[in-house]
């Protein structure tokens, strides 16, 4: 088996900037000690049951969206 193959690892912070939680990550040597997220599982709506789902179609959404600029776009 070779010798030292294997990146180095650090401990790096993560941060989401959506609802402040900080992770401690294991990651290869970056540049840097802190990653900056926009979501975490605390704050994404797709973990916390806060989703938005559309029960209309995909075609008619849009033409709800854009029926303000006339017929003649369908």
């Known amino acids: 088996m070779q010798l030292k193959i294997h990146p180095s690892t650090l401990s790096i912070n993560l941060h989401c900037s959506g609802c402040g939680s900080d ?3 294991v990651a290869p040597n ?5 990653v ?4 975490c599982s605390n704050c994404h709506s797709a973990w916390t049951g806060k989703r938005a ?3 209309q ?4 959404a849009f033409k709800d969206k854009y ?5 003649d776009l369908f």
Do not use: H, M, P, R
Request: no cysteine; aromatic share 8%; proline share 0%.
């Open 53 to 55: 789902i559309s029960t």
């Open 36 to 39: 900056l997220t926009e979501s």
């Open 57 to 60: 179609g995909a075609v008619a």
């Open 23 to 25: 992770y401690l990550i």
């Open 67 to 71: 029926s303000q600029f006339g017929s």
């Open 30 to 34: 970056l540049d840097t000690k802190k």
